[in-house]
């Protein structure tokens, strides 16, 4: 297994599982009613913006291999190489990352509003003019706003696609503008021969990843690559000495959060807590037992909730997970 991150979907050739999506945008294009926005929907993670670059790759003219899939193009086609260099002048990609790599909380509205004139102008190379916003999920208001007026004016030869993982939260008139294609979660068992296949992990292993990644085939693969079940491991063993956690050991942890992969640390290991803390609060339900139901529950939100915070105001990450430790020494004792 490697420590690598994934890669980025651009540079992703194979698709597993996208046939019915893909069909029906074939066919859209096959019968010349290809709609101007597609809205691609389900968990982060199951293929959408996979899918997105597939499609992208098509419009823009890279040439057809059928050993990719139906939506497949050949890697080392002039096209495919541009898309994956980000170098492709008919294409255009709004995303959280900026060219040195590092996220950011919102795609910002400057970004958005740079729409109309990409789209304003002719195909440089290609038959299409295509831009991927990767998440629509992640702009801000204005941003949104912006894109809106794109999606109100149609672009000639122009197509846009918006990956979201929770469409409940977009403006309404967006959704209303643009088709949507439904990316469908993976089974586990499904995504448990997805890990063994691609990453080499034993049964075991890729039961309980499969588990972490609620349908994400693609969330799992980061997943593994990022250390979930070292985190898993911690978060349980954490959870299972409250009230009285290892000092020691707590710090040796938090030592560990220090720089860009601390942050990947801490975030992982919040979520997986988070995780675990939300089935002791599913558990107390299905027992009748309200008062845990409610201790538990507010407990999840607060560490649900408590990398974005350390993000928003730049809180230190040690004293934050100290504060989350004391909340579940808080409920524990209740």
Same mark, same amino acid.
């Given at each position: 297994m490697s420590g690598s991150e994934a890669p980025h979907p651009r540079e992703v050739f194979g698709y597993d599982g996208g046939l019915a999506v893909e069909t029906a945008f074939q066919e859209s294009l096959d019968r010349g009613r290809l709609h101007h926005a597609w809205l691609l929907t389900g968990p982060e993670g199951v293929g959408?913006?996979?899918?997105?670059?597939?499609?992208?790759?098509?419009?823009?003219?890279?040439?057809?291999?059928?050993?990719?899939?139906?939506?497949?193009?050949?890697?080392?086609?002039?096209?495919?190489?541009?898309?994956?260099?980000?170098?492709?002048?008919?294409?255009?990609?709004?995303?959280?990352?900026?060219?040195?790599?590092?996220?950011?909380?919102?795609?910002?509205?400057?970004?958005?509003?740079?729409?109309?004139?990409?789209?304003?102008?002719?195909?440089?190379?290609?038959?299409?003019?295509?831009?991927i916003i990767d998440a629509v999920d992640d702009m801000n208001i204005n941003a949104a706003n912006a894109l809106l007026k794109t999606l109100e004016e149609p672009p000639a030869r122009g197509i846009l696609f918006l990956v979201s993982h929770a469409p409940g939260g977009l403006i309404a008139t967006i959704r209303s503008r643009c088709r949507r294609l439904a990316f469908a979660p993976w089974s586990e068992e499904r995504i448990q021969g997805f890990l063994q296949d691609r990453a080499g992990l034993g049964a075991e292993e890729g039961a309980r990843l499969a588990?972490?990644?609620?349908?994400?085939?693609? #969330?799992? *693969?980061?997943? $593994?690559?990022?250390? /979930? +079940?070292? %985190?898993? @491991?911690?978060?349980?063993?954490?959870? #299972?000495? *409250?009230?009285? $956690?290892?000092?020691? /050991? +707590?710090? %040796?942890? @938090?030592?560990?959060?220090?720089?860009?992969?601390?942050?990947?640390?801490?975030?992982?290991?919040?979520?997986?807590?988070?995780?675990?803390?939300?089935?002791?609060?599913?558990?107390?339900?299905?027992?009748?037992?309200?008062?845990?139901?409610?201790?538990?529950?507010?407990?999840?939100?607060g560490l649900a909730a408590l990398p974005r915070e350390v993000e928003a105001v730049n809180l230190d990450r040690t004293d934050a997970f100290f504060t989350a430790i004391g909340r579940l020494r808080q409920a524990a004792r209740a």
């Open positions: 959408k913006a996979t899918f997105a670059y597939r499609a992208a790759r098509r419009l823009l003219g890279a040439r057809p291999d059928a050993a990719y899939g139906l939506l497949g193009s050949d890697p080392a086609h002039p096209v495919s190489r541009q898309v994956a260099s980000r170098s492709h002048p008919d294409l255009m990609v709004l995303e959280l990352a900026t060219d040195d790599g590092k996220p950011r909380r919102s795609i910002p509205v400057d970004e958005a509003r740079k729409l109309p004139e990409f789209f304003s102008k002719a195909p440089a190379s290609a038959p299409y003019r295509v831009a588990q972490m990644a609620k349908g994400a085939p693609g #969330r799992a *693969l980061s997943m $593994a690559e990022g250390g /979930a +079940l070292q %985190a898993d @491991a911690v978060a349980h063993e954490i959870l #299972r000495r *409250l009230p009285d $956690a290892d000092d020691a /050991a +707590l710090l %040796a942890v @938090a030592d560990g959060f220090r720089g860009a992969e601390g942050a990947k640390r801490f975030d992982l290991l919040l979520e997986r807590l988070a995780d675990q803390v939300h089935g002791m609060a599913v558990q107390a339900s299905e027992q009748g037992a309200s008062g845990e139901i409610e201790r538990w529950a507010e407990v999840w939100q």
